[in-house]
């Protein structure tokens, strides 16, 4: 049983060390206009803050301002947050006292707060 675990062990450990790199954020950002649901862009979103990609900036203020599910536009706000960038977070705060959405707006303000407070 022991060298059934042991072995068992080793291919997972070989499985994982061959897997594929994980994407760079330029490849991301590539991939973001070629998905088509929520759910994948929120994905790429949420990588893309994850890396603190500051070229994805951009980008992102672009997917929080036009997209219509209020969940993508929360997790770029989050995104924004983390990466730091000046013109993302000023968003981020503009949509806590201003936007149209009062769950998007209560979102916005979390994350703004959190993000003054150095909890990112």
């Keep these: 049983m022991k ?5 068992a062990a080793v291919f997972t450990f070989t499985f994982i060390a ?7 954020p330029a490849q991301l950002l590539a991939s973001l206009d070629g998905v088509e649901t929520d759910v994948a862009k929120g994905e790429i979103v949420y990588q893309l803050g994850e890396m603190e ?10 997917v929080f301002e036009t997209a219509d599910h209020q969940g993508l536009r929360v997790m770029a706000a989050l995104s924004l947050a983390k990466i730091g960038d000046e013109r993302g977070l000023e968003v981020v705060k503009r949509a806590a006292f201003n936007d149209a959405n009062d769950y ?16 990112f």
Excluded: D, H, Q
């Design 104 to 119: 998007v707006k209560k979102m916005c303000g979390v994350i703004y707060v959190a993000n003054w407070r150095g909890e």
């Design 53 to 62: 990609a500051v070229e994805a900036s951009g980008k992102l203020i672009e």
């Design 3 to 7: 060298k059934l675990i042991l072995a």
């Design 18 to 24: 061959n897997a594929a790199p994980s994407p760079t």
